[in-house]
Nanobody, 126 residues
């Protein structure tokens, strides 16, 4: 079992920045790649970014890749998502998730992930 807890969400003005954190506990964190997803009201869960177990590989959705950075600190069992130039369309609940798959082609699919956090709300005002 892996427990994931997101933090860092909140209300931010358009053009601003946020850094989300995903703290993991339980089984060895190094076994897992970690992804971020988001879900806006009335919409399906959408992939945002993912990172391999050692941080050597990253993958981003086109909608965020030029203004986001995913990173991890395995000593702290934490993955971060930094988002800049936020837009109202970025408003959503953001979830982190863990997967044993280290294949980049799997990371964009929610069903590839074994464990999920409860989410943190990000609201971007115009």
């Amino acid at each position: 079992q892996v427990q994931l807890v997101e933090s860092g969400g909140g209300l931010v003005q358009a053009g601003g920045s946020l850094r989300l954190s995903c703290a993991a506990s339980g089984r060895t964190f190094l076994d897992y790649a970690v992804g971020w997803f988001r879900q806006a009201p009335g919409k399906e869960r959408e992939f945002v970014a993912a990172i391999s177990w050692n941080g050597g590989s990253t993958y981003y959705a086109d909608s965020v890749k030029d203004r986001s950075t995913i990173s991890r600190d395995n000593a702290k069992n934490t993955v971060y998502l930094r988002m800049n130039s936020l837009k109202p369309d970025d408003t959503a609940v953001y979830y982190c998730a863990a997967t044993t798959s280290q294949r980049v082609r799997d990371w964009g699919t929610p069903k590839a992930y074994d464990y999920w956090g409860q989410g943190t709300q990000v609201t971007v005002s115009s």
